[in-house]
């Protein structure tokens, strides 16, 4: 659609039976008229390039007209064709494409430019609240109340208090489409994701363009209740004189082996267009997963580059401390052994911790007896132990520094 009128002149036109032929003097009185010498026939142009409906008349799309006797008759020729509704409406198009043409002015700025600027105002309202939210480290989604059959959400609420307040966001809600309106989750979360990925490419943009060329790798994971593991992976470099710890990301895995986690951080440093060849050294924690000397993350990674690229001191949580500082002091501290009585908080958590350490006090010549000599209750501080145990921190954080030196020699 939309191709350029072509009104053909010839020195001398075909001529009928009855001595009749095509006049180019007509293209002056029609601007639309169209003569194609293959079918010795007229057409408009208008009508075949802009006819916004189905017409019942053929004779100047299809066809071709054909009779020059009654051409200029107002009743069968041209003239009559010219007062007919669809050419009419054709024609209105053919100079709205023409005047675009002369302006340099699109379609959706010319005819629709107002609603075309309400959507994008609406949109980006949508975008602004889910920021917010984001940001302020608060969830979207809510509880659905099934006797008001309605969602009860941080982001519906916050919506429906900014149209209360927003009145060109109110005016532009009215124009958008019932089955389009953009509040879903899975538009949601892709706004999220958009969200993500603008700020992961400013933290790449930040570490290309580092005073130094050179950057360390910062990784750890959690495992859910699912037993897929969350890895978190983050770079150090310096910028402006500054130290800087940048997350790229959180990823999920359900492989929980060194050496999956060792491809997923190699795959998303270069999704990241980061070059591994400037990788100076690695940061873990002291799981063996991620520090052991042979099978470990750290190792593997040194493997794939073919190049030392050495693991920086291992960091741990606080709470993996407190809970290698009560292991080890469970045996000399009533406070810590015994708790809250014969039956408190202060034994179940003596019995949670045992055997999580025990494999690593063996190495170094501890007995798990010496810990805690009651039955074991689990691996974890939810095993077995109840709120209450929260209480027990205080008491914990002190012993935390005087095992220090032991405990970087115990996952060393």
């Not at 005047?99 to 379609?107: C, E, F, K, L, Y």
């Not at 609420?157 to 009215?174: H, V």
Request: proline share 3%; with cysteine; aromatic share 10%.
């Amino acid at each position: 659609m939309g191709k350029l009128i072509k009104q053909v002149e010839l020195k001398t036109y075909p001529k009928q039976a009855n001595g009749r032929s095509f006049h180019s003097d007509w293209y002056k009185k029609f601007k639309w008229l169209e003569y194609s010498v293959q079918s010795d026939a007229a057409f408009c142009y208008a009508c075949r390039q802009f006819q916004p409906f189905a017409n019942k008349e053929k004779t100047y799309t299809e066809t071709g007209y054909r009779n020059w006797k009654n051409a200029l008759d107002s009743k069968n020729g041209f003239p009559k064709h010219e007062n007919t509704e669809v050419h009419i409406t054709s024609m209105k198009m053919w100079k709205e494409k023409l005047a675009r043409q002369n302006t340099g002015i699109s379609v959706s700025t010319l005819v629709n430019h107002n609603i075309l600027e309400k959507h994008r105002y609406y949109i980006k309202s949508i975008a602004e609240i889910i920021q917010f939210l984001a940001i302020n480290e608060l969830a979207l989604r809510g509880a659905y109340e099934a006797e008001e059959h309605a969602e009860r959400s941080l982001f519906s609420n916050l919506f429906k208090f900014t149209l209360k307040k927003d009145t060109l966001l109110s005016e532009c809600a009215q124009h958008i489409p019932k089955n389009a309106n953009y509040t879903s989750p899975a538009i949601q979360n892709e706004i999220i994701e958009i969200l993500s990925d603008i700020v992961r490419e400013s933290v790449v943009a930040d570490i290309r363009n580092a005073d130094v060329p050179w950057f360390t790798l910062m990784e750890d994971g959690t495992r859910d209740k699912n037993n897929r593991e969350n890895i978190s992976i983050a770079i150090r470099y310096v910028k402006n004189g500054k130290v800087f710890e940048s997350l790229l990301g959180i990823y999920t895995t359900k492989e929980l082996d060194a050496k999956n986690f060792t491809d997923l951080t190699l795959d998303i440093m270069e999704k990241n267009n980061l070059d591994t060849s400037r990788l100076l050294s690695q940061c873990y924690d002291g799981a063996s997963v991620m520090s052991g000397k042979r099978g470990g993350v750290a190792a593997l990674i040194q493997k794939k580059l073919k190049r030392n690229v050495p693991p920086s001191m291992k960091i741990a949580c606080p709470f993996c401390n407190q809970r290698l500082a009560t292991a080890l002091n469970s045996h000399t501290d009533g406070k810590i052994r015994d708790g809250y009585g014969e039956d408190g908080c202060g034994r179940k958590v003596c019995r949670a911790i045992g055997q999580a350490l025990d494999r690593r006090l063996w190495l170094v010549g501890q007995s798990r007896s010496s810990i805690c000599d009651l039955p074991f209750a689990g691996s974890d501080w939810s095993a077995g132990c109840s709120r209450e145990s929260t209480n027990l921190v205080p008491v914990l954080e002190p012993s935390v520094a005087e095992v220090s030196e032991r405990y970087q020699y115990i996952y060393a």
